[in-house]
């Protein structure tokens, strides 16, 4: 003879047992698809001051063309952007002056050189191209346009140069 129990019995549905199987095996292919679609290749760089100067670094040349469209062929110079990168990177060496390591002064040092080199490079590209251009449309005897010494007019649009 069985005997009557004290307290209310607890009766588990298999059914309820299959569904809550199913949902965590869906969850896992989901956790499992998200990690293929972003891959570690993806993930971010760590938040240190050689990411810091990579980010300005890549800005700036940007701003110089580095980075053309595949599909139109063409480069993009922005004097004022890549400028603009590179006086920023300048700021973030006087500000970081005597705080940085060896190998970290000694790299900021080297991109600030190479970067303002090929600045000076694109900047009498872009101002022999300019100067060819007005001279071809410049009436004779009409006044030149204001020498801009080399620097970018943040006011003038951007100069593409075909790749």
Do not use: C
Not at 99 to 122: D, K, M
Not at 138 to 153: E, I, N, Q, V, Y
């Amino acid at each position: 003879m069985t005997q009557p129990s004290d307290g209310p019995s607890i009766h588990v549905d298999s059914d309820w047992k299959a569904q809550a199987e199913a949902e965590r095996q869906r969850l896992e292919k989901l956790d499992q698809a998200h990690a293929q679609s972003s891959p570690a290749s993806e993930a971010l760089p760590p938040a240190d001051f050689r990411s810091i100067v990579g980010l300005l670094a890549t800005q700036a040349l940007g701003g110089l063309g580095a980075y053309g469209d595949p599909e139109t062929k063409r480069v993009v110079v922005d004097l004022a952007q890549a400028q603009f990168a590179i006086d920023l990177l300048g700021v973030l060496e006087g500000k970081t002056k005597g705080n940085l390591s060896t190998e970290e002064s000694a790299e900021l040092g080297a991109i600030l050189a190479e970067l303002r080199s090929r600045f000076v490079h694109f900047s009498k590209l872009v101002a022999s191209q300019g100067a060819a251009t007005a001279s071809a449309s410049t009436p004779p005897g009409a006044p030149a346009g204001a020498a801009s010494h080399g620097r970018p007019d943040p006011a003038k649009p951007k100069i593409i140069i075909p790749g």
